[in-house]
């Protein structure tokens, strides 16, 4: 009867129920059946070059050596970082059906465009229903096996990307990173506000590049100006989850592909709020 297809409801949910608002809005995308994943957490900001990839990778590494099991969805399909700061370079296999993601030295499974192309030069020139699809594949389309956590790097800004992985896949919380300048406010607010509209959780904020530690005098300079990251936290009620100072040696670590080998402990309280969630 045509009546038991519908339902006077706004968002009943069942794929089956041909009024409902969810039904029709409802795009998420199922993992494969043999990946099982507790946590989703999301990297994001609303500007480029603040250190998504840094702190993504940094959050994996970090919670890893506390003996959780942790994969890295880098969802940056034009502008991949997260092979590069791993120093994975084995090609994705597939085994007909789904892909294997490539595995860091210290176990951590990656997925990223970069691993599929046969050169890590060769652009990716899509467009963006494609590129949002290469997404979704990265998260139904892999075997990434027992996870406890599984880290979204995000491409710059509130775009296409950032939109299909909210609407399909079943982020369990963002992290927002920032750097001390002038604009932050603005550009925490459009990721919060992103977020917030999506209905999920802002587990908080990361301050990247807050401040250089000078080795010679044991002094903090804010080279980016002073820091409104507190200022900002309190307008939205969110914790500051850490403060990475501009680190020479970090920036080295990302670049030769020894990430995992960085021995600061600069996301433990971090990865300490993301525990408790
Ligand atoms: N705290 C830091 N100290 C030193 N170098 C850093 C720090 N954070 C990031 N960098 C360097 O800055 C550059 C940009 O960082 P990263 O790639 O993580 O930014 P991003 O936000 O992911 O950029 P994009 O928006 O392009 O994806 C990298 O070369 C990285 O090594
Ligand atoms: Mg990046």
Same mark, same amino acid.
């Given at each position: 009867?045509?009546?038991?297809?519908?339902?006077?409801?706004?968002?009943?949910?069942?794929?089956? #129920?041909?009024?409902?608002?969810?039904?029709?809005?409802?795009?998420?995308?199922?993992?494969?059946?043999?990946?099982?994943?507790?946590?989703?957490?999301? =990297?994001?900001?609303?500007?480029?070059?603040?250190?998504?990839?840094?702190?993504?990778?940094?959050?994996?590494?970090?919670?890893?050596?506390?003996?959780?099991?942790?994969?890295?969805?880098?969802?940056?399909? $034009?502008?991949?970082?997260?092979?590069?700061?791993?120093?994975?370079?084995?090609?994705?296999?597939?085994?007909?059906?789904?892909?294997?993601?490539?595995?860091?030295?210290?176990?951590?499974?990656?997925?990223?465009?970069?691993?599929?192309?046969?050169?890590?030069?060769?652009?990716?020139?899509?467009?963006?229903?494609?590129?949002?699809?290469?997404?979704?594949?990265?998260?139904?389309? =892999?075997?990434?096996?027992?996870?406890?956590?599984?880290?979204?790097?995000?491409?710059?800004? $509130?775009?296409?990307?950032?939109? $299909? =992985?909210?609407?399909?896949?079943?982020?369990?919380?963002?992290?927002?990173? $920032?750097?001390?300048?002038?604009? =932050?406010?603005?550009?925490?607010?459009?990721?919060?506000?992103?977020?917030?509209?999506?209905?999920?959780?802002?587990?908080?904020?990361?301050?990247?590049?807050?401040?250089?530690?000078?080795?010679?005098?044991?002094? &903090?300079?804010?080279?980016?100006?002073?820091?409104?990251? &507190?200022?900002?936290?309190?307008?939205?009620?969110?914790?500051?989850?850490?403060?990475?100072?501009?680190?020479?040696?970090?920036?080295?670590?990302?670049?030769?592909?020894?990430?995992?080998?960085?021995?600061?402990? #600069?996301?433990?309280?971090?990865?300490?709020?993301?525990?408790?969630?």
């Amino acid at each position: 009867m045509a009546e038991e297809k519908k339902c006077s409801s706004t968002s009943c949910g069942k794929s089956s #129920c041909e009024g409902c608002d969810k039904a029709k809005t409802d795009f998420s995308v199922k993992p494969h059946a043999m990946s099982h994943i507790k946590k989703v957490i999301g =990297v994001v900001s609303g500007k480029g070059g603040v250190g998504k990839s840094m702190v993504t990778s940094l959050l994996a590494v970090t919670m890893s050596k506390k003996g959780y099991k942790c994969g890295i969805l880098d969802a940056d399909i $034009t502008g991949p970082s997260i092979p590069k700061a791993f120093g994975v370079k084995d090609k994705i296999m597939s085994n007909g059906e789904a892909m294997l993601p490539v595995y860091s030295e210290g176990g951590v499974p990656i997925i990223s465009i970069n691993l599929l192309l046969q050169n890590e030069t060769d652009p990716v020139v899509w467009r963006g229903p494609v590129i949002a699809n290469t997404v979704k594949q990265f998260w139904s389309d =892999v075997i990434w096996g027992d996870l406890d956590y599984l880290f979204i790097d995000m491409p710059p800004g $509130t775009g296409d990307v950032p939109l $299909t =992985v909210f609407q399909s896949l079943p982020v369990d919380a963002i992290v927002v990173v $920032t750097s001390p300048q002038e604009l =932050v406010s603005m550009i925490v607010a459009k990721a919060v506000k992103m977020a917030e509209l999506m209905k999920i959780p802002v587990a908080g904020l990361v301050e990247n590049m807050s401040y250089f530690h000078c080795p010679d005098n044991g002094k &903090d300079y804010q080279i980016f100006g002073e820091s409104h990251i &507190d200022e900002v936290a309190g307008r939205y009620g969110l914790p500051v989850l850490a403060r990475i100072p501009i680190d020479p040696a970090l920036a080295a670590a990302c670049d030769e592909g020894r990430i995992e080998e960085f021995a600061g402990s #600069c996301m433990d309280d971090a990865v300490m709020m993301l525990e408790d969630r």
